[in-house]
């Protein structure tokens, strides 16, 4: 069975920065691109970010570039989200996902499981 | 960036009764578009990929068509567990995006 597990989510003063991970097991780890995507408080699905199965393609949203940094460790199949100058709007929780490897279009995919998510708070 | 805008944003429905869904994006998406469904506090799970396919699991009352710029997501008979939100999501380009979503409540 997949799992994925975020953690590291907390409250976090205006500036500050959170290192978010997601302990990912049942599955293969290395061989799948993964995304970091959020959700604020009553609000829609946001994507933050993509890392390739081997970290070599990177993608950001337009939001959080320069400031967060998507990694990886597949000897700990592990996937990280470190954030940087937060600010309020930051807010949301946050779900590692993983993509599919089928059906997918030419340059990107859908995400076929999800964690439970973690809570990020960015307060003054 | 692609634009993906879903109507209506609260579907009123009874049980038993059909809901359909829509979904459109500001420039044609192929096939490339998947329906997921999220209930209060939980994550959300995927339904349909590749506008009509339904994910390992899901019911055949969900169905997913459309291509291009225009889709849909019906449920045929709506049963309790269904009511929740549902969200499009094009993965045709980058930056991945999302529909603002609609809520099927009773």
């Known amino acids: 069975e997949v799992q994925l597990v975020e953690s590291g989510g907390g409250l976090v003063q205006t500036g500050g920065s959170l290192r978010l991970s997601c302990a990912a097991s049942g599955f293969t780890f290395r061989t799948y691109s993964m995304n970091w995507v959020r959700q604020a408080p009553g609000k829609g699905l946001e994507w933050v970010s993509y890392i390739g199965s081997r970290s070599r393609t990177i993608y950001y949203a337009d939001s959080v570039k320069g400031r967060f940094t998507i990694s990886r460790d597949n000897a700990k199949n592990s996937l990280y989200l470190e954030m940087n100058s937060l600010r309020a709007e930051d807010t949301a929780v946050y779900y590692c996902?993983?993509?599919?490897?089928?059906?997918?279009?030419?340059?990107?995919?859908?995400?076929?499981?999800w964690g439970q998510g973690t809570l990020v708070t960015v307060s003054s | 960036e692609i634009v993906m805008t879903q109507s209506p944003a609260t579907l009123s429905v009874s049980p038993g009764e059909r809901a359909t869904l829509s979904c459109r994006a500001s420039?044609?998406?192929?096939?490339?578009l998947a329906w997921y469904q999220q209930k209060p506090g939980r994550a959300p799970t995927l339904l349909i990929y590749?506008?009509?396919i339904r994910a390992t699991g899901i019911p055949a009352r969900f169905s997913g068509s459309g291509s291009g710029t225009e889709f849909t997501l019906t449920i045929s008979i709506l049963l309790s567990e269904d009511f929740a939100v549902y969200f499009c999501q094009q993965y045709n380009d980058w930056p991945l995006t999302f529909g603002g979503g609609t809520k099927v409540e009773i």
């Open positions: 420039q044609s998406i192929s096939n490339n």
């Open positions: 590749g506008a009509s």
């Open positions: 996902a993983r993509d599919s490897t089928y059906y997918c279009s030419r340059t990107s995919c859908y995400s076929d499981d």
